[in-house]
């Protein structure tokens, strides 16, 4: 939901009354900036999470006496875990300073972030 939600907000098209009506005025200005970043972090956490419970259901991690992980296994999972990090972080520097703009949608790109007001 979030993902699409970023897209209609670059798009131009504002966001769904639903997410309006959930949202203080302040947060939902800061938030509208970075719906897409915080949708991709959510789709990495999400990647995450699942195949960690894959994992662990089919036996490979876990348990008392796991085997030991492959590196492809690894790596994967590192990569998920950069992604969560970096898309996190890049969505509350866009909600608290509007930072980096090239990431944030056209037409929000003039008003001040939430600290930066302060």
């Known amino acids: 939901m979030l993902v699409r939600q970023g897209i209609r907000s670059w798009r131009g ?3 769904s009354t639903f997410l309006a009506r959930s949202l203080a005025a302040n947060v939902l200005a ?3 900036r970075a719906l897409l970043m915080l949708g991709a972090c959510g ?6 999470i699942g195949l960690g419970g894959y994992l662990s259901a ?4 876990g348990g008392t006496n796991p085997p030991p992980p ?3 296994l690894v790596v994967v999972l ?5 992604g969560v990090v970096t898309t996190s972080l890049t969505g509350i520097a866009i ?3 509007n930072r ?3 990431l944030v949608p056209p037409h929000l790109r003039d008003r001040p972030g939430i600290m930066s007001v302060r």
Do not use: D, H, K, N
């Not at 089919?58 to 991690?61: L, T």
């Not at 590192?78 to 950069?82: E, K, N, S």
């Open 43 to 48: 789709c990495f956490l999400g990647a995450m």
């Open 95 to 97: 909600v608290w300073y």
């Open 58 to 61: 089919a036996g490979v991690i």
């Open 100 to 102: 980096p703009r090239f």
């Open 13 to 15: 098209q504002t966001p």
């Open 30 to 32: 800061g938030g509208e």
């Open 70 to 72: 492959s590196a492809a």
């Open 78 to 82: 590192l990569i998920l875990l950069v």
